[in-house]
Nanobody, 123 residues
């Protein structure tokens, strides 16, 4: 059974940094994608970044490009999302998601979701 465990959320002042982690277990597919999403109150869940094991690279939405970056441990069992220069509008519940295949920023592209972790950026 594939499981994702997101962690690392918290309260941070505007301009600060925070790193989220997504622990992946039980994933046997050789090629997979791990996506990071967020959902603010009253808004749709939006895709932010994605790591592709096939391409061995990460992709970013324009809204976070240059501020957020993905890294992995050597075994690729933990995917980190380093967030810098945080803004109050980054406040949301952040989720990681997994599926076989290529990266996507679309929610429907992912079958497996971790529980969310709250990120709050104070002004």
């Amino acid at each position: 059974e594939v499981q994702l465990q997101a962690s690392g959320g918290g309260l941070v002042p505007a301009g600060g940094s925070l790193t989220l982690s997504c622990a992946v277990s039980g994933f046997t597919d050789e090629d997979y994608a791990i996506g990071w999403f967020r959902q603010a109150p009253g808004k749709e869940r939006e895709g932010l970044a994605c790591f592709s094991s096939e391409a061995d690279r990460s992709y970013y939405d324009d809204s976070v490009k240059g501020r957020f970056s993905i890294s992995t441990d050597n075994a690729r069992t933990t995917i980190h999302l380093e967030m810098t220069r945080l803004r109050p509008e980054d406040t949301a519940v952040y989720y990681c998601a997994a599926d076989s295949g290529r990266c996507s920023f679309l929610r429907r592209a992912y079958r497996i979701w971790g529980q969310g972790t709250q990120v709050t950026v104070s002004s």
